[in-house]
């Protein structure tokens, strides 16, 4: 049995996901060390729970006689006609949000920004402002067909913005707020105004969208979220670039129906919609020419450090050296010394007690711990080579040794120095890149493929793929999440199972 899982700690509910096979005998204990180190991640990482109450386990079950059909193949997509094809490289190409290819006049990205109101005790598009440099412009909906028809007007309010936007030219469009507020409303709309095929998202685990593109085939647009590029709120961000914000402060009357009888009220309104969509392209603008001017290229050798950007300048330092190459594979390194050794190695720790402050972490029970006493772990040599002089001794087990190199000098020195010489936009900028260095390398491998389903093919999906969510769109279509990158070992063992039931 496949499983995916929602977990429970204290009175909050939090779904991950996790490829375990399991079956009638399998214990809990058992259960819990395949998962126990993802569920201590997230809970490490912002949740803030630390007694997990109780487990509630969804499985795929492989006694089911459609689920028996599953094989495992080397290489190529995954279909839902009963065959698994193992891949990791779905969507791995389009996991980040390329640059704008433009010049320095900016001209081919808008900007865009919904308002809703709440209607019939739902929250609904009212308007849609956007903005492309040489105009800016916002739609309104039809007040008069609220009351009658509400899907109507909606629906009427958005062909007006995508019949604008495919006349535009525009193919890179940006949102503040793509991520979860805007991102929904406007996947459901391209959905119910053009064939689901010609729409695709990239969405992460939270469920929150990272782009939204629709293939015309002579024309791509694609909806891309400015917050995930300038992680600020928008006011923060066009203080930052220097431009003007918000004119006006929202007003709670902008909810109510009784906007549209107040023609005053009403005009505010659109001059507060409006100017979120200016203000996000004048700051975006800002931005890019700051791009095109000065990170063109950058020096090769700069040796500027600061404590301020430690994680990056670790990268740099010439005696804190990148692995690069695989040299060697050691299965046996009892004749080798630590000092002689680069790479990642298999050791048995003692770390006496008199080590008063333990500086070598260690994975226990899902915490990180700093211990002392011995143990068995997998470190890094120049990890393992800075605290032997506090007292830690070491026999090396066995090892992955690889060649040493400065990878990373030129980058860093490039952006550092934007950063100690410039205030502002610049400075924000050059911070932007040093600080995302390091976070890149550490990101999780859960991939996730976006794809919309006719609701009559819904069960075809549910047995031949593993569904990490299930959007439901319209009557018509409904958004799978599904894994795009499956554990190999796991596949194995399926196989293995349906090769002997069969």
């Known amino acids: 049995m496949y499983k995916e899982m929602a977990e429970m700690a204290g009175s909050m509910e939090y779904n991950f996901h996790h490829n375990v096979l399991i079956n009638s005998t399998t214990t809990f204990n058992q259960y819990y060390k395949e998962v126990g180190d993802l569920v201590n991640h997230k809970l490490e990482h912002g949740y803030g729970a630390e007694v997990i109450e109780y487990y509630k386990v969804k499985v795929w079950n492989l006694d089911l006689m459609q689920n028996a059909k599953i094989k495992l193949h080397n290489k190529g997509r995954i279909d839902f006609l009963g065959y698994r094809k193992y891949s990791t490289s779905i969507t791995k190409s389009n996991i980040a949000i390329n640059p704008i290819k433009v010049d320095k006049t900016c001209s081919n990205f808008a900007t865009m920004d919904l308002e809703t109101m709440n209607i019939n005790g ?19 909906i039809d007040h008069t067909l609220i009351h009658s028809s509400p899907d109507l007007a909606v629906n009427k309010l958005w062909k007006e913005y995508f019949d604008y936007l495919l006349k535009s030219g525009m193919d ?63 006011d923060n961000l066009c203080q930052i670039f220097k431009v003007k914000g918000k004119l006006v402060k929202y007003d709670i009357r902008f909810n109510d129906l009784s906007l549209f009888t107040n023609s005053r009220l009403w005009g505010t309104f659109k001059s507060y919609a409006l100017q979120d969509a200016v203000a996000l392209y004048k700051a975006l603008q800002v931005a890019q020419g700051i791009y095109f001017d000065y990170y063109k290229a950058y020096v090769t050798d700069a040796k500027y450090f600061d404590v301020n950007s430690l994680y990056s300048n670790a990268m740099t330092l010439k005696h804190n050296p990148m692995p690069l190459n695989l040299i060697k594979v050691h299965k046996n390194m009892d004749n080798l010394k630590l000092e002689d050794f680069f790479g990642y190695v298999k050791v048995e720790v003692i770390c006496p007690k008199s080590v008063t402050r333990p500086m070598l972490p260690f994975k226990y029970q899902g915490k990180t711990i700093y211990p002392t006493g011995n143990w068995i772990a997998t470190y890094f040599s120049e990890e393992l080579k800075a605290v032997q002089m506090l007292g830690y001794q070491f026999r090396l087990i066995k090892g992955y040794e690889f060649s040493k190199a400065n990878i990373f000098n030129s980058y860093v020195h490039h952006f550092f120095n934007i950063k100690l010489n410039s205030t502002g936009a610049q400075k924000a900028i050059a911070k932007l890149h040093l600080n995302g260095l390091y976070g890149y390398f550490g990101r999780r491998q859960d991939l996730i493929e976006t794809v919309n389903v006719n609701n009559s093919s819904i069960s075809k999906y549910l047995s031949s793929r593993i569904v990490k969510e299930l959007l439901k769109i319209n009557d018509n279509y409904s958004t799978f999440l599904l894994s795009a990158n499956i554990n190999h070992n796991v596949l194995r063992n399926l196989n293995m199972i349906c090769e002997s039931a069969t």
């Open 122 to 140: 739902n929250q609904e598009p009212v308007a849609i402002s956007a903005c492309n440099g040489k105009s800016s412009k916002v739609f309104v």
């Open 172 to 234: 890179v469009i940006f949102a503040h707020n793509l991520g979860s507020f805007d991102g929904y409303f406007l996947y459901k709309a391209l959905i119910n105004h053009f064939y689901p095929v010609l729409v695709a998202a990239l969405i992460d685990e939270s469920k929150s969208f990272i782009s939204i593109s629709l293939n015309l085939g002579t024309l791509k647009i694609v909806f891309k979220d400015s917050l995930r590029i300038f992680p600020v709120s928008l």
